[in-house]
């Protein structure tokens, strides 16, 4: 009874073979077809239904065999209790079976040697089921008649349920976001070689010139100024990975170095905004000193005949307040959720206030370059001459070392990598920067 199961798990692969290969055109399986015709009405099934109509046919006629034969061993088990011996009319049901069961291990084997059933090209996966039955010990003395019985062990040795096919591996490392810095580029530049920088801010000047009468007083001016250190900050972070991905990855490690220089370029961009100055941290623009605000409440919007939800008068407003104090802004800063909010603002008809969407414009406010930073908190917003406000020193670039000395590396074959920089923000003139609440209440 199992030998029906097997043969059936042949067929069902050759019928999946076949079908998709005569769709695919890649050879013809019309000739290979007729040469394995046993019934005459197989023809017609042929025309019908191409080489599966006929595989499935014999899968029909397996079907009756089977229980053809489940049904005379049930009777010879019979007559053996009962008359001690098989009738010569159940023998001769049996082994007629038995010439029918040798005809489809025929046809398989045909199927096989024409190329119906492909073999592994690169001899690797392991050996069909169909493959296994033909190969297996006793089939041949099975085909011959000299066997009626045989039962074949398959393994199922094929670790790709696709077909023999493998991932495909995609060159380099997924990564993670970048972003893109930009506050950087909008500021002075400086070298220092100092583990401080001392700097002299004006506080107050009273400009007292005036025209004067031949032989009268002069009048006098005043500065106040204030002596300010600000220390370089030290920003630095590390991790561990073994010596043999150092060794065998070369692509991961430099990805993991760059990342590594990423995550200290990040914190410098943060800190060029929020740095608290209490150390260690870097003195950034919001700290309190570092910036003048820009004063307005709702109300007092409103008393100016400006809309307190609209955040374009207050961007305006501030604008116009930086160039009145002869600090003519250079750039606007904003979070970038708060860019997207103007940029999809519309009018009472339903248009882009800043064009449409398929246009090209170029993030600006009243002929100001915008800066969208995500190192700005959100529903705030900055205004300013940056270069005339604030300069920044670079004491040390990033630089990244690797040592296995730290801790314990050497017994358990790691190597550390610290990745770290050296610089700091000088904001010299915070009335050259205006910073507050976008919607203020």
């Not at 692969?13 to 197989?42: C, E, K, T, Y």
């Not at 492909?118 to 297996?136: H, L, N, R, V």
């Amino acid at each position: 009874m199992q030998t029906q199961r097997f043969l059936r798990f042949g067929l069902l692969a050759v019928m999946a073979i076949a079908s998709g290969l005569a769709m695919a055109a890649q050879f013809d399986l019309l000739p290979h077809a007729l040469q394995l015709l046993v019934h005459p009405n197989d023809l017609l099934v042929l025309a019908e239904g191409g080489v599966a109509g006929v595989v499935a046919d014999v899968m029909k006629k397996l079907d009756g065999i089977e229980a053809s034969m489940k049904t005379q061993s049930e009777k010879a088990e019979g007559e053996l209790k009962t008359l001690g011996k098989v009738s010569a009319e159940t023998k001769a049901a049996l082994d007629n079976l038995g010439t029918e069961q040798r005809t489809l291990a025929d046809r398989i084997q045909q199927l096989e040697q024409k190329g119906v059933i492909q073999k592994d090209p690169a001899g690797e996966g392991g050996d069909t089921w169909g493959s296994q039955f033909i190969k297996a010990a006793g089939f041949e003395a099975f085909k011959s008649g000299s066997q009626n019985k045989l039962r074949v062990e398959v393994k199922n040795t094929v670790t790709n349920t696709v077909g023999n096919t493998f991932s495909d591996r995609k060159p380099g490392i997924v990564s993670g976001p970048f972003r893109e810095f930009t506050l950087e580029g909008l500021l002075n530049k400086l070298p220092t070689s100092s583990n401080a920088v001392d700097y002299v801010r004006e506080n107050v000047f009273t400009n007292n010139a005036a025209e004067v009468a031949e032989g009268a007083q002069k009048p006098e001016s005043s500065i106040t100024t204030q002596l300010v250190t600000e220390p370089v900050a030290t920003i630095a972070h590390w991790i561990k990975i073994s010596r043999q991905l150092a060794s065998d990855n070369a692509a991961l490690a430099a990805y993991i170095d760059l990342r590594m220089r990423y995550g200290v370029n990040l914190r410098v961009e943060n800190q060029i905004i929020a740095g608290s100055g209490v150390t260690p941290n870097m003195s950034g623009f919001t700290k309190a000193g570092n910036f003048t605000a820009h004063g307005y409440s709702a109300a007092a919007l409103t008393a100016l005949g400006l809309s307190p939800t609209n955040r374009f008068d207050l961007i305006g407003k501030m604008l116009g307040d930086a160039q009145s104090g002869d600090y003519p802004a250079d750039a606007i800063l904003l979070n970038p959720a708060d860019w997207w909010t103007l940029r999809l603002t519309k009018d009472s008809q339903g248009r882009y206030i800043l064009g449409d969407p398929g246009m090209s414009v170029a993030p600006m406010l009243f002929n100001v370059p915008v800066v969208a930073c995500n190192a700005v908190p959100a529903d705030n917003v900055g205004v300013g001459s940056l270069r005339a406000a604030a300069t920044f020193y670079e004491r040390e670039g990033v630089v990244v070392d690797m040592s296995e000395s730290d801790s314990d590396n050497f017994t358990k074959n790691l190597i550390t990598l610290r990745a770290e920089r050296r610089c700091m923000l000088a904001v010299e003139r915070p009335a050259a920067f205006r910073y507050g609440d976008l919607t203020p209440a």
